[in-house]
């Protein structure tokens, strides 16, 4: 594919008009709605503002839209959609991740309905794939970040229930979610870990506030576990299966983090772009200075190198290989590429990108948080060495 900054996909004509539809979607609805509400990617989201949203989505088709279509998407495959959310933050819409339902939606619980029972599907998944319902992750805790494997939150077989109890911080989504998937350590058992659906409504489960990371998004909870009773049919897989629908879940995330992040980098070129057109210093626009007109051509250099490592990655997934290596090295380029976009985007912009309420200035902290989330660039190249030793 010729490398273009709005990218075509004339060769796939499915997709070039889903890209095209959501283009439209974008532009004239979307963006619009958050304008009308005022909304910016630090306002504190409701309910109330995301449920059309999710709705709206899924009448259009792209919420859920890679599910199979028994489950209500279209099927399509993971190329096609890193497709679809790079174009998505590439258009800066503040309620871009509630398109495709990666907040709270179908794309959170997506890679567990496999393991999902018969009455965990109807009860749970597939109000969330209708826009109903929403669900957190709650794999983290404070001193359980990349090394996993130290949780301390438990979880005690008694009767017809297990008994959770501990505590998981950084679960997205948690504060407008109605119930969580949480992985928990077997009581007694230091290396046995298990998967549990949990409401969030449930006596001894507590949704607090979360921090508010550098990007300004309000959109992290902790979840407290006090004696917290959750049924033996909500028990998610096996027992000892926790670890594998975690790690799974985020080595899958790691390369569609990917094309989010790339999105987020053309934002910040094209922005840059219009700004050095408009500005004037010494008597002519920024962008007839060649020192401009090189930082653009780096931003966009890689930009291209991101988005071919993720095309080439993804495109392997679709084929059946197994890509565990390769989503690190794409998570690990893109996020460290991708703030270097952002950096020299701030420097083009000069004060203007260093002023808070500054798009550019948004766009930097939250390149800069995706070097950490979802594994630090050092947890990804310990990885990458240890598959080359």
Known sequence: MTFTLEPTYHDNPRLQHLIEQLRSYLLQELIPYEQEHGLTPETNLSREILEPVWRRSRELGFYGISLPAELGGQGITISELCALKEELTAHGSV???SVLGDMGGPLRAGSIMQYATPYQLERYL???IRGERACCFSITEADAGSDVRRMRTTAEPDGEHYILNGAKVFSSAAPFADFAIVVARMADKEELYSAFLVDLNTPGCTVREGEVPMSGQQIEGDLDFDNCRVPAENLLGKIGEGMRIGIGRITLNRLLHSPSIIGAARRAWNLSVEFSKDRIAFGQPLLALQAIQHKLAEMATEIYAARSMVTATAAALD??????????MCKLFAAEACFRVAD???QIHGKAGLTHGNEIEQLFRT???FRIVTGTSEIHKNAIARSLA
């Open 95 to 97: 309620l871009s991740h």
């Open 367 to 369: 390149l800069r948080m």
């Open 319 to 328: 084929r059946g290989q197994d890509i565990a290596v390769e989503a690190n």
């Open 126 to 128: 597939m109000p969330v």
């Open 344 to 346: 020299q985007a701030v």
